[in-house]
Nanobody, 126 residues
Framework: QVQLQQSGPGLVKPSQTVSLTCTVS??????????WHWIRQPPGKGLEWMGV???????YYSPSLKSRTSISRDTSKNQFSLQLSSVTPDDTAVYYC??????????????????WGQGTQVTVSS
């Protein structure tokens, strides 16, 4: 059974960088066809897809967040990470990591994802 465990701080000051990590167990992040996503949900709003790193290390980002977002991975630890820079209060949201079979770039359909992390409430406030 694949499990995704998120870690990272929940409170960040404006202009700083949010750094979150998703540790995967039960499968390898290099397994063919799997793609590893970051998705967020601001309060009172729907899901927003942020980006993905595929099994081969290829990355894709939301056009609206691309200039501030970086997704990387550490295959030795079976982890992938999100960095979102220059945050503002508008970046306050619950952040999720998730895995799909196939790229699913841009998808906000929960059923497109096979497993999810537990979610991290990130609040941007001074």
């Amino acid at each position: 059974q694949v499990q995704l465990q998120q870690s990272g701080p929940g409170l960040v000051k404006p202009s700083q960088t949010v750094s979150l990590t998703c540790t995967v167990s039960g499968d390898s992040i290099t397994t063919s066809h799997l793609a590893w996503h970051w998705i967020r949900q601001p309060p009172g709003k729907g899901l927003e897809w942020m980006g993905v790193i595929a099994y081969d290390g290829t990355t894709y980002y939301s056009p609206s967040l691309k200039s501030r977002t970086s997704i990387s991975r550490d295959t030795s630890k079976n982890q992938f990470s999100l960095q979102l820079s220059s945050v503002t209060p508008d970046d306050t949201a619950v952040y999720y990591c998730a895995v799909s079979d196939g790229l699913r770039v841009g998808s906000i359909k929960p059923t497109d994802y096979d497993h999810w992390g537990q979610g991290t409430q990130v609040t941007v406030s001074s």
